[in-house]
């Protein structure tokens, strides 16, 4: 088996309830329920190298061989790598150099890695994605739902102490023998798959890993399906986004300073997210 090494961790700690955005979990902005989730669920439409960016020992990042902790920004691009194959379109992609030359400057050279609510927030910002919103990480359903709809889940958890042995062994992550979370272990990942409701596979920057349910309800801190990653130019993308969501960032008369709508009741939302192309 080919060396497989698990990315650096990035993914800073979510934010005090009193802290966080004014977001509703993404059913609340849908013009109508997704579909239940079909199983065996695969977005990855075919992809197996996913490619490291930056995110550990990467020969292609000429600037920091080793890699940085810029998984949440190695995986915006996965994201993206996924849903350009599921909709057959062309994409220029971001190399290594610019990934981790990006993720540093908005880290400040720090390399202490990024919150994830709030770099989505920057990002839309930016205009790097044009919408997101927040899934209910307990609700495998939900998230199963969104992730055949959006091909792609964006996700943030707190990873267990023997996570890169058993992804070096080519194992699935599971707390089966009593592994907790660990608050110092936070990490971005893609979840692309989903054999069952039992049994969800999750993309661990890089290359992937099994991983259990009951594994996902411990360390995910929140979801996210990414509603769209593209500019606000693509007006094919914005017409997909649309169809499915009742409001968006660009449309929104209602969203506050913060990019959140000011009109909706705090949600005590966590790291999963969907984002849409």
């Known amino acids: 088996m080919p060396t497989r090494n698990a990315g650096l961790r990035g993914r800073l700690p979510k934010k005090p309830p009193a802290e966080r955005f004014n977001i509703q979990y993404l059913s609340s902005y849908l013009t109508s329920p997704l579909p239940a989730p079909v199983y065996p669920i695969d977005v990855t439409a075919g992809i197996t190298d996913w490619q490291m960016l930056g995110n550990g020992p990467d020969p292609t990042c000429t600037t920091h061989p080793n890699g940085v902790g810029d998984c949440t920004f190695a995986g915006r691009q996965h994201y993206r790598m996924a849903k350009a194959a ?21 880290d400040h050279g720090r390399d202490e890695g990024a919150n994830i609510a709030d770099l989505l927030l920057y990002w839309y910002n930016a205009g790097k994605i044009v919408a997101f919103a927040p899934l209910d990480h307990t609700n495998a359903a939900e998230v199963d739902s969104a992730m055949a709809a959006f091909h792609g889940v964006y996700v943030g958890v707190n990873l267990t102490d023997d996570a890169d042995q ?3 062994e080519g194992q699935p992550w599971t707390v089966a023998g009593g592994q907790q979370p660990d608050p110092n272990e936070g990490h971005c990942i893609v979840k692309v798959k989903a054999d069952d409701a039992v049994r969800p596979g999750q993309r661990p920057l890089g290359a992937s890993s099994n991983i259990s349910t009951v594994w996902v309800a411990r360390t995910s801190g929140m979801s996210c399906s990414r509603v769209s990653t593209t500019s606000r130019s693509d007006t094919a993308s914005l017409a997909r ?6 409001c968006s960032p660009e449309t929104s008369a209602t969203w ?10 705090r949600t005590d939302f966590h790291d999963r997210w969907v984002m849409s192309r």
Not at 86 to 106: F, G, P
Not at 241 to 246: D, E, I, K, L, P
């Open 86 to 106: 599921a909709e057959n379109e062309t994409e220029t992609w971001e190399s290594s150099n610019d990934l981790v030359k990006e993720y540093l400057k908005y």
């Open 166 to 168: 058993l992804f070096s």
């Open 256 to 265: 506050s300073t913060s990019g959140m709508l000011s009109s909706c009741a």
């Open 241 to 246: 986004t649309r169809s499915r969501m009742s």
